[in-house]
């Protein structure tokens, strides 16, 4: 079957489309653009033949499932890096592959016959972004500036457009206030931070450095973990709530 993710261009961002701009193939994936009356890029359009169809335990075709979405997304994520680099245009969002299902449509006789005699099923994700705002109490401002660099990488981290730069901002606050490294530094960590959260074990201070040293050495010896891989994406996206607990943890109880 034929399977077409449209991600759209960010609403803020006007990309113009030179008249002649034909579409490309990257890997086995068309890479097509949809451009507006006035010449601006409204989408990127990625286009699968001869994908297997599947179905749900009901019987249902599934418009997507893992392995397209992990193509998609690598796709998707390389043209939004490609086209910033080029441009400076920050226009696509890859996350739009996890959170709006492909359209689907057969391609042979075969398929066809599925098409009109099994359903397809609806598939939707909802993505949500919030921020959520404390009161301004400029009193306790005093009180953490002898640790003005920690509090600029906690702020940058909440400004970081990734959840990987993000997490590794909020690293950073850890090694602001420890010198420690290796296991050394997840005893010292939880040794300071327990007696406030009790489930910073060793264990899971080292679960945060091991999934930080994976993040930033392309060569970990663990597996390094990058942006385009959805699993790695989701692997990091877990964990920062409890990173960012501990750096925020530590902003409060520094240890000098």
Request: proline content about 6%; hydrophobic content about 40%; cysteine-free.
């Amino acid at each position: 079957m034929k399977v077409v993710y449209t991600i759209r261009v960010r609403p803020d961002v006007a990309v113009p489309v030179p008249p002649s701009t034909a579409g490309l193939t990257i890997g086995t994936t068309a890479v097509n653009w949809k451009v507006t009356e006035g010449g601006h890029l409204e989408a990127v359009i990625l286009e699968f033949t001869g994908a297997e169809i599947r179905y749900n335990d009901n019987g249902s075709i599934l418009p997507t499932y893992t392995e397209l979405e992990e193509e998609a997304y690598r796709v998707a994520n390389f043209v939004a890096n490609r086209l910033f680099i080029q441009t400076a245009y920050d226009a696509i969002d890859p996350d739009q592959v996890l959170s709006e299902a492909p359209a689907i449509s057969p391609e042979n006789a075969n398929e066809k016959n599925d098409f009109k005699t099994k359903y397809k099923s609806i598939w939707k994700a909802l993505k949500f972004d919030w921020t959520t705002h404390g009161l301004f109490e400029p009193t306790t401002y005093a009180h953490g500036f002898n640790h003005s660099a920690a509090h600029g990488y906690y702020a940058d981290a909440l400004r970081a457009a990734s959840d990987f730069q993000q997490f590794e901002l909020l690293y950073k606050v850890v090694e602001y206030f420890f010198p420690e490294d290796g296991a050394a530094l997840d005893a010292a960590v939880s040794a300071h931070v327990t007696p406030h959260d009790a489930t910073f074990t060793p264990a899971v201070v080292e679960q945060l450095r091991l999934l930080r040293n994976r993040s930033i050495h392309p060569r970990a010896r663990k597996g390094h973990v990058n942006p385009q891989d959805i699993a790695n994406v989701n692997e990091v996206h877990a964990k920062l709530p409890q990173m960012r607990k501990l750096a925020s943890l530590l902003l409060v109880h520094p240890t000098f």
